[in-house]
């Protein structure tokens, strides 16, 4: 639906990705574009397709075609590399380490990654208060997403992927988390990437959007050009009016007697002309929140 | 100066904030050669994303009502009055009340007389703001 600005560099790109897991597809022809520097909010329903598309740039799972890069590699070819510039939440919890105390697992994480900062490490668990004596196996899904976390920021990477990063916390939490990692973008200026189906809960933060259907990527766009090009219109006309018949770009349309609401993808000077034109009152033009423009989007059978 | 701002509501972020600013200068929480908070400061606070607090302040400056010393951060401008803040602010309060208006079928005259007698009904505590 949107063609990238000139002159923008990008953190991910993924061209005409695939990916099967038996008969069932979990991604479909995908090309993701997510600029440098941006807040891209990955949206979809669960079972989407938004897990299976951060694990293949991970190169966690292989896909079965199409082209990625990532930080300017593949990750096909050069994984570890990769992984060490990405700092990932992933959707579970962790295997394998549940035995270990939380303060261990920190510094088992740290060894890995040459950027870790301890002191950063310690601050952002004691402002997420994380417990270094508690086992993981022992955490709830909360405070286990906290820890997560702390192993994602900590090595203040180029790359961050967050998988659901709020599933789990309360709401003082998650809150919390959304301070911190607002600090963290002026800090650092690094490249997000969250997957959520809560999209309101990452909503002030966000400012590029891919709405994610059955492995396809139904919408891709700027929050500025979603503002500009996405909005409600509710008209009223004469008796029996059905409205302009040349309307495109109609996502939703909804009537309620003589008065019809629009949603629609397209310039607003001109939806509004055609309303006018076929004999309508204008009485309100709306942008939508961003769960209801995912919602619409999601729900549209043709888009734009 | 306590930023504060809504999300829900259908106004850009960055013009919320700009619009605190500027209630700050026209109510006297701000003046002149005063600091705001740092971006990342701000941000953290309002958990927004700090290129939406960075867009407020660099329109701001555009418009002379803060400007930017190297390396300390950014500052009130001073231009004498904040007459024009005040301006700028009532313009917007005007456009979203005729909007509003609008949509609910009531046209300028009527707006403006259902202000006035509102105002009148009000009393004292909130006419002193004008006079």
């Not at chain 1, 966690?60 to 060490?84: F, T």
């Not at chain 2, 005040?86 to 909007?99: P, Y």
């Amino acid at each position: 639906m949107d063609s990238p600005l000139d002159g923008t560099t990008f953190a991910v790109t993924t061209r005409a990705l695939a990916k099967r897991f038996g008969r069932q597809t979990a991604l479909d022809a995908l090309d993701l574009q997510v600029p440098k520097g941006a807040v891209y909010v990955l949206a979809g329903a669960n079972g989407a397709g938004k897990s299976t598309l951060l694990r293949v740039l991970l190169n966690l799972v292989r896909p079965d075609a199409g082209g990625v890069e990532v930080l300017g590699l593949d990750p096909c070819r050069s994984g570890a590399q990769v992984r060490a510039r990405i700092g990932y939440v992933p959707e579970g919890p962790e295997s394998g380490c549940g035995w270990m105390p939380v303060g261990r697992f920190l510094a088992h994480h740290a060894v890995y990654f040459p950027t870790w900062d301890p002191d950063y490490a310690a601050r952002l668990s004691r402002a997420l208060e994380i417990r270094p004596e508690r086992r993981l196996s022992h955490l709830s899904k909360g405070q286990a997403r906290r820890v997560q976390l702390v192993t994602a920021l900590a090595h203040r990477p180029p790359l961050l992927l967050l998988d659901e990063p709020t599933d789990g916390l309360d709401p003082v939490a998650r809150d919390e988390v959304l301070g911190l990692l607002s600090e963290h973008l002026a800090d650092t200026g690094c490249t997000v990437v969250v997957s959520t189906h809560l999209v309101h809960e990452v909503e002030r933060i966000a400012d590029h959007l891919g709405v994610l259907r059955a492995g396809r990527l139904v919408a891709q766009t700027s929050r500025d050009r979603l503002a500009a090009m996405l909005r409600t219109y509710r008209a009223e006309g004469p008796d029996g009016w059905v409205g302009p018949p040349d309307l495109s770009g109609v996502l939703q349309r909804r009537g309620h007697g003589r008065e019809i609401q629009w949603t629609v993808w397209g310039d607003e000077r001109e939806v509004v002309e055609r309303i006018v034109r076929s004999g309508g009152t204008v009485r309100d033009v709306a942008r939508l929140p961003l769960d209801e423009a995912v919602l619409t989007l999601l729900r549209s059978k043709d888009l734009p | 100066m306590n930023v504060v701002i809504n999300p829900a509501e259908a106004r850009p972020i960055y013009l919320q904030i700009m619009d605190e600013v500027r209630r700050a200068l026209v109510v006297g929480t701000l003046t002149s050669e005063d600091p705001l908070p740092s971006v990342r400061h701000l941000a953290g606070e309002l958990r927004v994303n700090p290129n939406t607090v960075a867009q407020a302040y660099r329109e701001l400056e555009r418009e002379g009502v803060v400007y930017v010393r190297r390396g300390q951060g950014t500052f009130i401008a001073d231009r004498g009055s904040v007459d024009l803040d005040r301006g700028i602010l009532a313009r917007g309060v005007a456009e979203r009340a005729l909007l509003d208006a609008h949509r609910h079928g009531i046209g300028v005259d009527d707006l403006l007389g259902a202000i006035r007698r509102a105002a009148g009904s009000q009393g004292d505590s909130m006419r002193t703001e004008t006079e």
